[in-house]
């Protein structure tokens, strides 16, 4: 069973941090690009940070400069340091990936993604 699960996520103070960590498990042959996404209530899912198979990042405009997206190959782990936390920040934190899954002899890309997790930026 291949699968992605995030945690970290929590009630955190305006101008706090929080780390989101999203492990992948399961018959995995490599890990491509990883990724964030969130959802607030009643909105869109948006893109927030990506971090390539080379290390390459991207971030949202929202959130360069405060977020930071890593990520451990060894350990099949991605993770999104969030500093200095707004209220705006407040949603469901997805973890995405692009995944090649061993598939009988073979394997295979898909494309995964995990449960979320919820942050809460709140006085």
């Known amino acids: 069973q291949v699968q992605l699960v995030e945690s970290g996520g929590g009630l955190v103070q305006p101008g706090g941090s929080l780390r989101l960590s999203c492990a992948a498990s399961g018959s995995i042959f490599s890990i491509n690009a990883m990724g964030w996404y969130r959802q607030a209530p009643e909105k869109q899912r948006e893109w927030v940070a990506t971090?390539?198979?080379?290390?390459?990042?991207h971030y949202a405009d929202s959130v360069k400069g405060r977020f930071t997206i890593s990520r451990d190959n060894a350990k099949k782990l991605a993770y999104l340091q969030m500093n200095s936390l707004k209220p705006e920040d407040t949603a469901v934190y997805y973890c995405?990936?692009?995944?090649?899954?061993?598939?009988?002899?073979?394997?295979?890309?898909?494309?995964?993604w995990g449960q979320g997790t919820q942050v809460t930026v709140s006085s």
């Open positions: 971090i390539t198979s080379g290390g390459y990042t």
């Open positions: 995405n990936a692009e995944l090649a899954v061993v598939v009988g002899g073979g394997r295979q890309v898909n494309d995964y």
